[in-house]
């Protein structure tokens, strides 16, 4: 079992940065491939980020060279940096653990970007 908490959402004016974090626990954090999703009002969650367990990233077209996904397999928690931000990354944002067939969501936390 794995509890996967976020935290680091907040408003903040287009153009700026926030940092999210995801600490993990329960499980060795280490085994588990990491990801974040988001999910704007009314649309379906999407895929933002990922980072496995090797490190290997993978972002969204729409993030890339923006965001940047990080782990510290010591502290059990995964980041993601945003820089230069746009309104319409405005959403609740969701940690995602994943290890074969097992899978954990956090509850989420609000980004908003104004414009």
């Known amino acids: 079992q794995v509890q996967v908490v976020e935290s680091g959402g907040g408003l903040v004016q287009a153009g700026g940065s926030l940092r999210l974090s995801c600490a993990a626990s329960?499980?060795?954090?280490?085994?588990?491939?990491m990801a974040w999703y988001r999910q704007a009002p009314g649309q379906q969650r999407e895929f933002v980020a990922a980072i496995t367990t090797d490190r290997i990233t993978n972002y969204a077209d729409s993030v890339k060279g923006r965001f940047t996904i990080s782990r510290d397999d010591f502290k059990n928690t995964v980041d993601l940096q945003m820089n230069s931000l746009k309104p319409e990354a405005t959403a609740v944002y969701y940690c995602?653990?994943?290890?074969?067939?097992?899978?954990?969501w956090g509850q989420g936390t609000q980004v908003t970007v104004s414009s």
């Open positions: 995602h653990a994943r290890r074969t067939i097992t899978s954990y």
């Open positions: 329960g499980s060795p954090f280490s085994t588990y491939h």
